[in-house]
Nanobody
Framework: QVQLVESGGGLVQAGGSLRLSCAAS????????MGWFRQAPGKERAFVAA????????VYADSVKGRFTISRDSAKNTLYLRMNSLKPEDTAVYYC?????????????????????WGQGTQVTVSS
């Protein structure tokens, strides 16, 4: 049983930066792949980035490549998402998630249903 809690969301002007954190508790060994998703009002939850727990592989949505960086600190049991050059279209609720049955970054990690544990979400609002 893994529990995830996001923090670090807030209001920022376009071009600004923000870093989200996701604190994990429970069975650390079950977190083989961790990901970030976001959901804007009226839209479906969408993939943002994912990382293997070992930290040797990452993947990003095209819309955030070059601007966002996913990372993890295994000693702190914490997942991070650093967001730079923020745009108004980045406004959404951001969720961290764990795919406990995934061992590598195949196409499956881009799909919401692959993840079995979710945090409560944190709001990110980017003003223009």
């Amino acid at each position: 049983q893994v529990q995830l809690v996001e923090s670090g969301g807030g209001l920022v002007q376009a071009g600004g930066s923000l870093r989200l954190s996701c604190a994990a508790s429970g069975r650390t060994s079950s977190r083989n792949v961790m990901g970030w998703f976001r959901q804007a009002p009226g839209k479906e939850r969408a993939f943002v980035a994912a990382i293997t727990w070992s930290g040797d592989s990452t993947v990003y949505a095209d819309s955030v490549k070059g601007r966002f960086t996913i990372s993890r600190d295994s000693a702190k049991n914490t997942l991070y998402l650093r967001m730079n050059s923020l745009k108004p279209e980045d406004t959404a609720v951001y969720y961290c998630a764990a795919a406990t049955k995934a061992s590598d970054l195949t196409w499956r990690i881009l799909v919401v249903t692959t993840y079995d544990t979710w945090g409560q979400g944190t709001q990110v609002t980017v003003s223009s």
